[in-house]
Structures are given as structure tokens and as C-alpha cells.
């Protein structure tokens, strides 16, 4: 069962090269965008404060804006709920926490 595995995995590697020299391009993730330089997709304003983010696909809004909207403006998304960013010392709490637990 595991050799059966380790041919299909090593076979469909061999078909992502052969497809990489017909045509298809894999493309990098794109940069990680500054807060500093995020636009609310509602209101088309810079976010400079009151932000949160969708927690499927982690666009960034106004908290007024989305709760205007009651959803995430991304096409497509329709995410209801939103998450606050936390603070370096909040995350540094959160995993000590989980590491004593």
C-alpha cells in the first residue's frame, strides 16, 4: 500500500514538471501587503485605525464598514464574521498559554 502511494506521489511530481514546460505557470505568493497601506474595499479609505479582517479570506476593513455591509467585500467570500487584529504581547500570552495547557 505505501510503495502503491510513493509511484502515484512520484508520478504526479514527473506530470507538475511536465506540465511547467507546456505552458503552466506557477506564480509566488504574492507579498504581504503593509496595514499601513490597506484600503477598505467599501469605502475605498485608507484603514488607520478600527480594523478587522475577514476570517476566511483575511481582507482587511474598517469595523464600521463591514458592519455597514454585514459581510466581507471580497466577490465571492460572504463571510458574516470578522476577527480584531490582537497585539504582539496578546499572541506571546495566547502561546504561552497553549504551551502550559
Given at each position: 500500500?505505501?510503495?502503491?502511494f510513493?509511484?502515484?506521489?512520484?508520478g504526479l511530481?514527473?506530470?507538475?514538471?511536465?506540465?511547467?514546460?507546456?505552458?503552466?505557470t506557477?506564480?509566488?505568493?504574492?507579498?504581504?501587503?503593509?496595514?499601513?497601506?490597506?484600503i477598505?474595499?467599501?469605502?475605498?479609505?485608507?484603514?488607520?485605525?478600527?480594523?478587522?479582517?475577514?476570517?476566511?479570506?483575511?481582507?482587511?476593513?474598517?469595523?464600521?464598514?463591514?458592519e455597514?455591509?454585514g459581510?466581507?467585500?471580497?466577490?465571492?467570500?460572504?463571510?458574516?464574521?470578522?476577527?480584531?487584529?490582537?497585539?504582539?504581547r496578546?499572541?506571546?500570552?495566547?502561546?504561552?498559554?497553549?504551551?502550559?495547557?
Amino acid at each position: 500500500m505505501l510503495l502503491r502511494f510513493a509511484e502515484l506521489a512520484i508520478g504526479l511530481y514527473d506530470q507538475t514538471l511536465l506540465a511547467e514546460g507546456v505552458g503552466i505557470t506557477f506564480v509566488q505568493d504574492a507579498p504581504q501587503l503593509k496595514l499601513s497601506e490597506a484600503i477598505c474595499q467599501i469605502c475605498g479609505e485608507k484603514i488607520k485605525e478600527g480594523v478587522v479582517f475577514c476570517r476566511r479570506c483575511r481582507t482587511p476593513h474598517h469595523q464600521d464598514c463591514w458592519e455597514y455591509n454585514g459581510a466581507c467585500s471580497t466577490y465571492g467570500c460572504r463571510e458574516t464574521q470578522y476577527m480584531r487584529p490582537q497585539s504582539r504581547r496578546a499572541q506571546r500570552e495566547q502561546k504561552k498559554m497553549a504551551r502550559s495547557v
